[in-house]
């Protein structure tokens, strides 16, 4: 008797295989970036933060002022620098095994809710969209929230109570936004009854129980502990005061508020060419659902809908409140679920749903690679790297040609030419900080010239060549007022106001870097590399 051999599991059901396949795409789309030194809050707080864990034991950063963000990213990169070495490829090989874990938490979860193929598109098209994909190899905090939240979800729409909360408060201490979820749940399994009974029909997504709803209180149980310890320690609960007042204190105008809120709305709906997918889905909708042999498509069942329609909300909502800077990766967390949301509806009710899933995928990529015509920050597609990539080449200038030089610089170059550790430069340099380098900080500035022989400058904006958006006043007003929007002089400007001369100067994808030499300086040089015509 011949017995037929079982077959092959599908890949999706052998966990650790199919991670370690994702980890390996991800790792390898990234190469080319695994070694760039550390970019802008990278430098500024996570990877100094990280790295003080490492040499102190302390939580408490020593070399850069404590933000109160919890330490758990901080704590998962110096661990991997103590069991591995300290460098930006490990750093960013660390930051890609969370990436990897939480893109195969969409998938886990878009399965849940829908089914395998839209699960394996939701999760291919997560991956290759901008923000994220950029974000993924970033010593930076919200991606890791993002992965675990999203394995949170996938507890929750299983019922799983326990892992849910354990989840929820692991990414608390990841970033305090976090909680943003589990308390968006709480609200809504609370008030869902009530409305279930009045529309008699069901939209709750679990059968109310009033002590597994609390039990999402836990979640913010060890986010308190770290505050309380953080306070014990510096005196202060959520971070430096200047830190609050720029993220919170000054957030609360309501017309900035209001702006906020259609910043965010556009950030989770339609920023770098999201809106092909959102616009397809809605068009989509619209039509009616695919039968396959006479067997209707089916979608994400409405009451996962709501779920999650309203974290999406919620973190439009929250962020249009918190956080000066309106910067997109606030809203990673929301992202796979608008994905996830949009590739089901295209499923249900379009038969060619993959090939226009393959235009939304082709329209991720380019704007991964080209930059809108509009402002955005680097860190946002694979302009970061062209940022990196100018900082790197002007420090090996500075270092090689003028290392002794006194240079005036505005952060992040002041930290990436005076601590050697962010991999720009071997020695330390001696800075001269300006806030930025607007006409009135370049006026201040040249009043002291003597106190400095060189300038690095560089756009701290990212200015496009035609932004369309310049042409009205009102939104350079607005952004300008309320979101620290300036405009940098050039290098031929500064050359002349400071009476020095451009001796080095580069651009990469629409972003700039210069190094300007000082006639004082260049005199002294000069006069250095005279022969000694009367040797003693």
């Given at each position: 008797?011949?017995?037929?051999?079982?077959?092959?599991?599908?890949?999706?059901?052998?966990?650790?295989?199919?991670?370690?396949?994702?980890?390996?795409?991800?790792?390898?789309?990234?190469?080319?970036?695994?070694?760039?030194?550390?970019?802008?809050?990278?430098?500024?707080?996570?990877?100094?933060?990280?790295?003080?864990?490492?040499?102190?034991?302390?939580?408490?950063?020593?070399?850069?002022?404590?933000?109160?963000?919890?330490?758990?990213?901080?704590?998962?990169?110096?661990?991997?620098?103590?069991?591995?070495?300290?460098?930006?490829?490990?750093?960013?090989?660390?930051?890609l095994l969370v990436a990897a874990f939480g893109l195969f938490g969409v998938f886990r979860l878009a399965e849940r809710v829908s089914n395998r193929k839209v699960a394996g598109v939701s999760m291919v098209l997560t991956g290759l969209y901008s923000v994220i994909f950029a974000q993924s190899s970033l010593a930076q905090l919200d991606m890791p929230v993002m992965s675990l939240i999203v394995w949170a979800l996938c507890f929750h729409v299983e019922n799983r109570r326990i892992a849910t909360v354990v989840l929820f408060a692991i990414a608390a201490l990841a970033k305090e936004t976090a909680l943003i979820a589990p308390f968006t749940l709480l609200g809504w399994e609370l008030l869902c009854p009530l409305i279930?009974?009045?529309?008699?029909?069901?939209?709750?997504?679990?059968?109310?129980?009033?002590?597994?709803?609390?039990?999402?209180?836990?979640?913010?149980?060890?986010?308190?502990?770290?505050?309380?310890?953080?306070?014990?320690?510096?005196?202060?609960?959520?971070?430096?005061?200047?830190?609050?007042?720029?993220?919170?204190?000054?957030?609360?105008?309501?017309?900035?508020?209001?702006?906020?809120?259609?910043?965010?709305?556009?950030?989770?709906?339609?920023?770098?060419?999201?809106?092909?997918?959102?616009?397809?889905?809605?068009?989509?909708?619209?039509?009616?659902?695919?039968?396959?042999?006479?067997?209707?498509?089916?979608?994400?069942?409405?009451?996962?809908?709501?779920?999650?329609?309203?974290?999406?909300?919620?973190?439009?909502?929250?962020?249009?409140?918190?956080?000066?800077?309106?910067?997109?990766?606030?809203?990673?967390?929301?992202?796979?679920?608008?994905?996830?949301?949009?590739?089901?509806?295209?499923?249900?009710?379009?038969?060619?749903?993959?090939?226009?899933?393959?235009?939304?995928?082709?329209?991720?990529?380019?704007?991964?690679?080209?930059?809108?015509?509009?402002?955005?920050?680097?860190?946002?597609?694979?302009?970061?790297?062209?940022?990196?990539?100018?900082?790197?080449?002007?420090?090996?200038?500075?270092?090689?040609?003028?290392?002794?030089?006194?240079?005036?610089?505005?952060?992040?170059?002041?930290?990436?030419?005076?601590?050697?550790?962010?991999?720009?430069?071997?020695?330390?340099?001696?800075?001269?900080?300006?806030?930025?380098?607007?006409?009135?900080?370049?006026?201040?500035?040249?009043?002291?010239?003597?106190?400095?022989?060189?300038?690095?400058?560089?756009?701290?904006?990212?200015?496009?060549?035609?932004?369309?958006?310049?042409?009205?006043?009102?939104?350079?007003?607005?952004?300008?007022?309320?979101?620290?929007?300036?405009?940098?002089?050039?290098?031929?400007?500064?050359?002349?106001?400071?009476?020095?001369?451009?001796?080095?100067?580069?651009?990469?994808?629409?972003?700039?870097?210069?190094?300007?030499?000082?006639?004082?300086?260049?005199?002294?040089?000069?006069?250095?590399?005279?022969?000694?015509?009367?040797?003693?």
């Amino acid at each position: 008797m011949i017995r037929r051999q079982p077959a092959p599991r599908p890949l999706a059901e052998r966990p650790f295989l199919f991670f370690a396949l994702i980890f390996t795409v991800v790792w390898l789309l990234h190469g080319p970036l695994l070694r760039l030194p550390y970019f802008w809050d990278e430098a500024g707080y996570f990877v100094p933060a990280a790295r003080d864990i490492l040499l102190t034991g302390d939580l408490i950063p020593k070399t850069t002022l404590s933000n109160a963000h919890p330490p758990l990213v901080m704590l998962w990169l110096a661990a991997w620098w103590k069991l591995s070495n300290y460098a930006p490829a490990v750093t960013r090989t660390a930051m890609l095994l969370v990436a990897a874990f939480g893109l195969f938490g969409v998938f886990r979860l878009a399965e849940r809710v829908s089914n395998r193929k839209v699960a394996g598109v939701s999760m291919v098209l997560t991956g290759l969209y901008s923000v994220i994909f950029a974000q993924s190899s970033l010593a930076q905090l919200d991606m890791p929230v993002m992965s675990l939240i999203v394995w949170a979800l996938c507890f929750h729409v299983e019922n799983r109570r326990i892992a849910t909360v354990v989840l929820f408060a692991i990414a608390a201490l990841a970033k305090e936004t976090a909680l943003i979820a589990p308390f968006t749940l709480l609200g809504w399994e609370l008030l869902c009854p009530l409305i279930e009974r009045r529309k008699e029909r069901r939209i709750c997504l679990h059968p109310h129980r009033l002590a597994h709803t609390l039990s999402l209180l836990l979640a913010a149980v060890p986010l308190m502990g770290w505050y309380l310890y953080h306070y014990v320690r510096v005196g202060f609960v959520f971070g430096n005061p200047e830190y609050v007042r720029y993220n919170l204190g000054a957030t609360l105008t309501p017309l900035r508020v209001l702006i906020a809120f259609g910043m965010r709305s556009w950030h989770v709906l339609g920023y770098m060419n999201l809106f092909v997918l959102t616009v397809a889905a809605l068009a989509a909708s619209r039509e009616p659902v695919v039968q396959d042999d006479r067997v209707s498509r089916t979608g994400i069942p409405e009451r996962i809908k709501i779920v999650f329609w309203l974290l999406i909300l919620a973190h439009v909502v929250a962020f249009s409140f918190v956080g000066g800077a309106p910067l997109a990766r606030y809203m990673v967390p929301a992202i796979p679920l608008v994905i996830i949301l949009c590739v089901a509806t295209l499923y249900e009710h379009l038969r060619a749903w993959m090939a226009w899933s393959a235009v939304v995928a082709f329209a991720f990529v380019l704007a991964l690679v080209f930059n809108p015509p509009w402002r955005i920050a680097p860190e946002d597609n694979l302009a970061y790297s062209d940022f990196v990539h100018l900082h790197s080449n002007a420090a090996v200038y500075l270092a090689n040609r003028h290392p002794n030089a006194v240079v005036l610089t505005a952060w992040p170059g002041s930290d990436e030419l005076n601590r050697p550790f962010l991999g720009y430069v071997k020695k330390p340099m001696t800075v001269v900080r300006v806030e930025n380098f607007t006409l009135g900080q370049m006026l201040g500035a040249a009043q002291q010239r003597d106190a400095f022989d060189a300038v690095f400058l560089f756009n701290t904006k990212y200015e496009p060549p035609r932004n369309f958006l310049n042409t009205i006043p009102w939104w350079n007003r607005v952004q300008t007022r309320f979101f620290d929007y300036h405009q940098d002089l050039l290098p031929k400007e500064v050359a002349m106001m400071m009476n020095g001369r451009i001796v080095w100067q580069e651009s990469r994808g629409g972003q700039w870097a210069a190094v300007i030499l000082l006639e004082h300086a260049e005199n002294a040089r000069n006069r250095m590399s005279l022969p000694n015509l009367n040797p003693r």
